[in-house]
Nanobody
Framework: EVQLVESGGGLVQAGGSLRLSCAAS????????IGWFRQAPGKEQEGVSC????????YYADSVKGRFTISSDNAKNTVYLQMNSLKPEDTAVYYC?????????????????WGQGTQVTVSS
């Protein structure tokens, strides 16, 4: 059974940090790219970042460049999203997703598996 389990969300003040984790199981982790998406109430889903598990290539949305860092621990089948200098506009439910292959810039429909999401709330 394929599972993607996010953790690490919570409430933080503006300027603070959080680290999200995405623990994967049920598929060959090294064959997939793992991405993070977010969705805020009333807003469209936004692709935040992605990492290729096989070659380490990464992608970041302009809105998070320089503040968020994605990394992968292939031994643990886990991807992390370190979020620093958080802003109220980063408030959203964050989802991780897995898509076969190495492409790191891809639309949400190009992912095969999704987690349930974790809430991130940044207070001003």
């Amino acid at each position: 059974e394929v599972q993607l389990v996010e953790s690490g969300g919570g409430l933080v003040q503006a300027g603070g940090s959080l680290r999200l984790s995405c623990a994967a199981s049920g598929f060959t982790f090294d064959d997939y790219a793992i991405g993070w998406f977010r969705q805020a109430p009333g807003k469209e889903q936004e692709g935040v970042s992605c990492i290729s598990s096989s070659d380490g290539n990464t992608y970041y949305a302009d809105s998070v460049k320089g503040r968020f860092t994605i990394s992968s621990d292939n031994a643990k089948n886990t991807v992390y999203l370190q979020m620093n200098s958080l802003k109220p506009e980063d408030t959203a439910v964050y989802y991780c997703a897995a898509g076969r292959g190495t492409v790191v810039y891809r639309a949400f429909w190009e992912y095969d598996y999704w987690g349930q999401g974790t809430q991130v709330t940044v207070s001003s």
